[in-house]
């Protein structure tokens, strides 16, 4: 199979094929970040990198069977600029879609937030030409990572509570390499997770909701739950005197994501969150690919 790959990233798309058993034949990428590149090549040396998706009419390809795009979410994500398909970043499916109506490919996804206007999501689907599916990491691991999903691979589908095709019972503590959690199913993890602070005045932040995944470090699981028992969600004395915190190590990431460990080992950890941030969750993808008829 020939597979294009725009916004490539790190190449998550990779274990995912691997994963669906589909035989690779020549995997292409469009990336213009060098560090995710980097990690792209150094797991897969086969990868043929294309460069920005901008000079697209210029690329020299042979019949492509599987497009995919995760086009980037900043103008649409509540967390973002929220300037839609006029902001300079996820205008870009324009030029995705230019490039899929040029190649024709068998197979087509295309990715972004779940958590988008529904003007946005209208719009988006009347531009490709199909309603989205809507998949949520929870169900495939340790993440509540809700996400969009528009494809013409036959079969793709909702996936609720009683339709989970891996273990709905694992829990974030499982990948967890030190510390104890709050939460049976992690916060989605950004890009922009590498800017998350762990100073003692930031655990209010993150009690109200306001700040990315943190661990809680020098404290058993049965003494922080009952903290929380009392206390629940609300800032107190008691649960800043007693406990600390750190973020997510980028291998922990990883795993959020359902990518080997020290997938993105290589680059500084602010690239490795980045770009583990920007990428989407491997067994959410196998769960599409899977229906693929090679």
Known sequence: MNVLSLFNGCGMLRPALDKANIKVDNYYSSEVDKFANQIANKNYPDTQQLGDINDWQQWQLPQIDLLTAGFPCQDLSIAGYRKGLDGERSSLLFQALAIRDKLKPKYFLFENVASMKQQHKEQISELIGIEPIRLNSKYFGVQNRDRLFWTNIPNAQVVQDNQI????????????????????????????????????????????????????????????????????????????????????????????????????????KTQRYKMLGNGWDVDVVVEILSNIIT
């Open 165 to 268: 095709s891996n273990d709905p019972q694992k829990k974030f503590s499982e990948i967890l390499l030190d510390g104890v959690t709050d939460r049976e199913k992690a916060k989605c993890l950004l890009a922009s997770y590498c800017s998350v602070a762990t100073t003692p005045n930031q655990l209010k932040r993150y009690l109200d909701g306001k700040m990315g995944q943190i661990i809680f470090t020098n404290i058993s699981q049965l003494e922080l739950d009952q903290l929380f028992a009392e206390y629940g969600k609300k800032w107190s004395d008691d649960l800043l005197n007693n406990t600390t915190i750190r973020k997510l190590y980028p291998v922990e990431c990883e795993r959020l994501m359902n990518l080997p460990d020290n997938y993105t080992e290589g680059v500084s």
